[in-house]
C-alpha cells in the first residue's frame, strides 16, 4: 500500500528574510483577505518558496507545503484509507488537513504532479471553495482562514506537462524573476555572510551564465546557487572551485558547455 503523504504545517512566527521585487507582498495580502488563490510563476532558484513561507509569518498562518512530483495523485493530497493496529482508518492528506484547519496550502510546481490533482483543486479555486472527499463521503467548505498557492516555472513547460488555461485562470497570478543586481548582492552577502564587495562578481557571472539560457544552457543560475557559491567562498573554498562546484556543475552535464562556462567564469572572475 502507498504511504500516506504528510506536509507538517510550518508554524515558526519568526517572519523568514525576503526582499520585495515590486508589490507582491501587497498583492499577496489583498488576496489572502478576499479569499482568492494565487499562482506564483517565474525561474527556479528565484524565491516563490521564500515568499510564501515570508507571507505565511507574516499573515500568522499555518503553512501546509508540498513538492509536487510525477508521482503525486489526488488522493496523496486528499487522503486515503490506512490499515492501522488491523482496523482500516481514513488519513488526511495535506490538502485536506490545511481545509479542515486552515493556513496556506502550497503545492511547490503544481505541473509536475498527475492531471487528476488539477481536478481536485479546481472546487477549491472558485466561489464554492469546497474540498469533496468521494471516499468519505464529505465535502468540506473551506474556511475563511485556508488560501491556496500553486507555483511553477513556465520555463520547464511542455505539452505533456503544461498547466491549462482552465486552470491558470482559477488563480490570481505574481509572476517573479530575479532581483536586480544590486539587490541579488545584498540578499546574497546576507545569507551567506560573504561581503559584497566579494559576492559582486559571483552576482556578475550568473548575470551571464543567465544570459546563455535557451542556447547552451536550459536554465539559468538561480539566486539559490548564487548563496551555495558564496557560502563555500566564505568557508574557504576557491572562487575558482567555488564556482565550479556551486554554479557551473549543476547546470549541465555536457563536457563541452562546461569548458566554456569554465571559460566564461575565468573572464569574470579571473
Known sequence: MKPALHAVPNLVREVPAYVPSGNECTLFEHAWRHRLPVLLKGP???G???FVAHMAAR??????TVACHDDLTAADLTGRYLLKGGDTVWTDGPLTCAVREGGICYLDE???????????????????RILPLERTGEELAAPPGFMLVVSYNPGYQSLLKALKPSTRQRFVAIEFDFLPPEQEIA???????????RVRPLVQLAGRFRALKGHDLEEGVSTRLI???????????????????????????????K???????????G
Open 44 to 46: 527556479t532558484g528565484c
Open 48 to 50: 516563490k518558496t521564500r
Open 59 to 64: 499573515l500568522e498562518l499555518p503553512l501546509h
Open 110 to 128: 503544481v505541473v509536475e504532479a498527475r492531471k487528476d490533482v488539477a481536478v481536485v483543486l479546481h472546487p477549491l479555486t472558485d466561489d464554492r
Open 187 to 197: 540578499v546574497v552577502s546576507a545569507e551567506s555572510e560573504l561581503p559584497p564587495d
Open 227 to 257: 548563496v551555495y557559491c558564496a557560502t563555500l567562498v566564505a568557508a574557504g573554498v576557491s572562487v575558482a572551485d567555488a564556482v565550479l562546484a556551486g554554479m557551473i556543475e549543476p547546470l549541465t552535464d555536457d563536457v563541452d558547455v
Open 259 to 269: 569548458a566554456a562556462l569554465v571559460e566564461v567564469a575565468r573572464a569574470v572572475i
